[in-house]
């Protein structure tokens, strides 16, 4: 049974809008989310977390939103760029075992 | 070199073969891992080591092996494997096991199994 889902596989944005990443999860007993963004040929590098106890946390042009009683978090990418194309993994932790989704591929049009 | 390293980048393998894949971090971390990944699914854990010591093995069959022979290298023996194991083998590290401050991984060794 999977815990941590993303149900989108795939995403496409124009440059300069909008990128808007879902996440989501059912066990309630994880207490740290993650994103994970990964280039071809490359592993996948850390993005951006947030912990159980907050709802958002920014980073730049990165937003995560994270909604318990929905078990849905988010990754928001704003403005988005060309070089922003790669495939995104949410991942969440319980006492630090990190547990990923399979990944959405976001590409980013000039 | 710094970052997290994998050896070999690409491996084609018979099925009677024995081959090993090397992870090696330079950031002085705590903690080293094995992921799997297959196409289409999520990032499956294998091992993790933490100091040299494994603490956990997840339901990994034993054609498998992983080794840690100190902190900052870390091994995955592979032998007599299935077509089905092909995949992209990841090594991750972190300050310490299983904590929350997020995994340094490397760029994975893709495997192909014939």
């Known amino acids: 049974d999977q815990q941590v889902k993303q149900n989108s596989p795939s995403l496409s944005v124009q440059e300069g809008r909008i990128s808007i990443l879902n996440c989501d999860y059912t066990?309630?007993?994880?207490?740290?989310f993650l994103w994970y963004k990964k280039y071809p040929a490359e592993g996948p590098t850390f993005l951006i977390s947030?912990?159980?106890?907050?709802d958002k946390n920014e980073d730049g042009r990165f937003t995560v939103f994270l909604n318990k009683s929905a078990k849905h978090l988010s990754l928001h990418i704003v403005p988005s760029q060309p070089g922003d194309s790669a495939v995104y993994f949410c991942?969440?932790?319980?006492?630090?075992?990190?547990?990923f989704g399979q990944g959405t591929t976001l590409q980013v049009k000039p | 070199e710094t970052g997290v390293t994998q050896t070999p980048r690409h491996l084609v393998m018979g099925m009677t073969n024995k081959k090993s894949l090397k992870c090696e971090q330079h950031?002085?971390?705590?903690?080293m891992y094995w992921y799997k990944q297959s196409a289409k699914k999520p990032l499956e854990l294998m091992f993790v080591?933490?100091?040299?010591?494994?603490?956990e093995n997840n339901s990994v069959p034993s054609r498998f092996s992983p080794e840690c022979p100190n902190s900052s290298h870390l091994f995955l023996h592979l032998h007599t494997l299935q077509p089905e194991d092909s995949a992209l083998y990841l090594c991750?590290?972190?300050?310490?096991?299983?904590?929350?401050?997020?995994?340094?991984f490397g760029s994975g060794t893709r495997l192909t199994v014939v």
């Open positions: 947030i912990s159980s106890i907050k």
């Open positions: 991942a969440a932790s319980e006492a630090g075992k990190l547990i």
């Open positions: 991750a590290s972190s300050q310490e096991v299983l904590g929350n401050y997020g995994y340094t």
């Open positions: 950031l002085g971390h705590n903690a």
């Open positions: 080591y933490s100091l040299e010591e494994r603490v």
């Open positions: 066990n309630s007993m994880f207490d740290y």
